[in-house]
């Protein structure tokens, strides 16, 4: 009974656990990569290096601090703003159509892309000579290019909405590409941020260019530009747990607090902190069944630890009054007991962890978890937790074996005869009624859990709660209703026996007869 106790109340924090991580990856396994992965985007101007280490130093530095922990890789991309895209020389009528576009940078664009036959690479310097409009090498994406029927070698002139110094300049392609793998994540922070603006029935055609020629070059030229600063965050979802998911979930907002407040048009895009915050929803209403049930099983498996340590204790009462009638105090005979009881204790809380674990983890061979362990041991973890309550167990279990056990040591020659000679008083609970009220308690619990219908309350603010007093109705109303059977067996075998004794052998009778008068070991 006491292994018991200890292994179900150790086993319940084993499988939360296991459940909180099966949970967890099931919720991060609806998402895909594009939508864990965390995009951030901010607009600043000028176009200039020192203005861009402005933004990409906060921007790092808030990212570390904050969500670091979780990621595997972060990349950080850098557009215009959006140009009218016209054939040179119709600059006049530039923003007439729906020609549009944008210079970019990415880095590690070349890991990503296959620039088609005869194409290059563009340089790092204008191509115009001086005095003459300023001319980038850049590439293009072939599908985009194709739109307008440009080549490698063709030129276009982009034309800013807002008035600056220079009032266009050229682009030269010098490579047209294609993308290596069009699903890879790395394109999620083009296709949503950069392109993002200029999307509907726009053609959009991107123009990559380098570093260099992006800050040095077209940021000269456009002095008055703003530039959209985008940062791709890779989440590593193996970093992710059940023990930290709420903790990654306050670190996203925080980090969109803090950029929001250091950072114009500040953006963040993801769908993790919203599965993050569902996931930690249900966990909450999931841990309320699993407090209940807990409850219960304690309940009754110390209920059980009891009944049995006194039916022990019971038949050892001739051993405790011969140790008294040779001289030994209660306090040398509950010695006995206690150390009896100490080592079982001891011993359970030691295995019941191990115990738990190996049983749980055979749950993922049934057909409840067999979908999601793929047929397999449910993943299972010790903690110290599940130490913790099996010690809880192990304490309880304890104080159950020792209550019979103080109530035997104080038994003394003269109780043991006078207690052998006529039955046994009430107990204390039923000469109070201490039962009924008990049961009376219940029943106006259960009437106020049915009227609210859950134990999840929500408070003026909206906030949810908990009613501690409405988890306990089930062990109150268990409890209360084991005490009152036992105060109403008595009176049934009783009936019983008066009833059926001129039916039955004078042995069964006599049975009744035993049963009603001393029911601790039968009831």
């Known amino acids: 009974g006491v292994l ?32 864990t992965n965390i995009i951030i985007k901010s607009d600043r101007g000028p176009t200039t290096r020192e203005e861009a280490s402005k933004v990409i130093g906060v921007t790092v530095t808030e990212v570390n601090r904050g969500v670091q922990w979780f990621l595997r890789d972060q990349i950080t991309g850098v557009k215009t703003a959006t140009f009218f895209l016209t054939e040179p020389g119709n600059e006049v009528v530039a923003g007439t159509d729906n020609s549009r576009g944008y210079v ?49 070698g063709d030129t276009m002139s982009i ?8 009032t266009h300049a050229t682009v030269v392609i010098t ?16 296709d949503r941020i950069f392109q993002g603006a200029t999307s509907g029935n726009f053609r959009t055609v991107p123009f990559m260019v380098t570093e260099q020629t992006y800050f040095d070059v077209l940021g000269a030229t456009f002095r008055q ?31 969109d607090d803090r950029l929001s407040a250091n950072l114009f048009s500040y953006r963040q895009l993801t769908s993790l902190d919203e599965a993050l ?23 009754v498996i110390l209920y059980y630890v009891i009944t049995l340590s006194s039916l022990v204790v019971e038949q050892q009462r001739g051993e405790i009054v011969l140790l008294r009638s040779r001289g030994a105090s209660s306090t040398q005979v ?31 061979f049934t057909p409840a978890f067999s979908d999601l362990t793929g047929t397999s041991r449910l993943s299972v973890s010790l903690t110290s937790g599940a130490f913790l309550m099996s010690g809880v167990g192990g304490i309880l279990s304890f104080a159950a074996l020792m209550v019979p056990a103080i109530q035997a040591s104080k038994l003394s020659v003269t109780t043991h005869r006078q207690e052998s000679a006529r039955p046994t008083s009430q107990p204390f609970y039923q000469r109070f009624y201490l039962d009924i009220l008990l049961l009376v308690i219940g029943i106006l619990l259960f009437r106020q859990l049915s009227s609210q219908g859950s134990v999840v309350a929500v408070g003026v603010f909206g906030r949810v ?45 006599i049975g009744l007869w035993q049963m009603a008068r001393n029911p601790t070991h039968y009831a």
């Not at 036992?486 to 019983?496: A, C, E, G, I």
């Open 4 to 35: 018991l106790a200890s292994a179900i109340m150790a086993g319940t924090v084993i499988y939360f656990n296991a459940l909180r991580e099966l949970a967890l990856k099931n919720s991060l396994n609806q998402l895909s990569d594009n939508e």
């Open 104 to 152: 970019g940078y990415l880095p590690r664009l070349y890991e990503h892309i296959t620039i088609l036959p005869g194409g290059r690479e563009p340089g790092d310097a204008a191509v115009n000579a001086s005095g003459e409009v300023v001319a980038l090498e850049t590439l293009a994406p072939a599908d985009a290019a194709a739109r307008y029927n440009l080549g490698v």
């Open 159 to 166: 034309v800013p909405y807002w008035s600056d110094y220079a």
């Open 175 to 190: 490579g047209l590409y294609e993308r290596n793998d069009p699903d890879n994540a790395f394109w999620h922070l083009t």
């Open 225 to 255: 530009m703003d530039s959209t600063y985008g940062r791709l965050l890779y989440v590593d979802r193996a970093k992710l747990t059940s023990d930290n998911s709420t903790f990654a979930r306050f670190s996203l907002d925080r980090l």
């Open 277 to 299: 915050e569902e996931y930690d929803t249900r966990l909450f209403f999931s841990k309320i069944p699993m407090f209940v049930i807990m409850i219960l099983i304690s309940v």
């Open 334 to 364: 509950l010695a006995i007991f206690a150390m009896e009881g100490l080592t079982i204790a001891i011993m359970a809380v030691i295995i019941a962890p191990f115990l738990a674990a190996a049983v749980i983890s055979f749950l993922g």
């Open 465 to 509: 709660a908990v009613d501690q007093l409405l988890l306990a109705v089930p062990a109150v109303i268990l409890v209360a209703s084991a005490l009152v059977l036992l105060r109403l067996f008595p009176l049934v075998m009783r009936t019983s026996s008066f009833l059926l004794s001129n039916f039955l052998s004078a042995g069964l009778v």
